[in-house]
């Protein structure tokens, strides 16, 4: 599936060269979160650190999909998640569909590209 991540333009050339790394905190633990569109990215790129301005479209195999409710589960974790029998997760905390998987190894493909808010 082609999804959306959004992120500041050093960390963009990070992934982009090295692959996501799932972060530190989320909704769904420390993850690798997506959007479903550019426009998705917006309220989902968010944190105290977060300077964005970065769009990559990756294609991410999900694999079986384990739908959340709306405020997931902060303590989340790669193993737990495989033990319940998932590849990724999909919820949507009032803004849209997020996806997000923890093996960077499911980012199939990514690209970069403009993407300009409107004003």
């Known amino acids: 599936m082609a999804l959306c991540h959004q992120t500041s333009p050093e960390s963009g050339e990070l992934i982009l060269n090295g692959g996501f790394k799932p972060g530190k905190l989320g909704w769904c633990g420390g993850a690798i979160y997506f959007g479903t569109s550019p426009q998705a990215t917006a309220t989902k790129a968010t944190g105290i650190h977060f300077r964005g301005g970065f769009m990559i479209e990756a294609e991410v195999g999900l694999g079986r999909i384990n739908h959340m409710g ?50």
Not at 80 to 87: P, Q, V
Not at 90 to 115: A, Y
């Open 70 to 119: 709306s405020t997931c589960d902060m303590m989340m974790t790669a193993k737990k998640l495989r033990g319940e029998g998932y590849d990724s997760i999909v919820f949507n905390p009032i803004d849209g569909d997020g996806h997000v998987i923890f093996n960077s190894s499911q980012v199939l493909s990514t690209r970069c590209f403009l993407f300009l808010w409107p004003r």
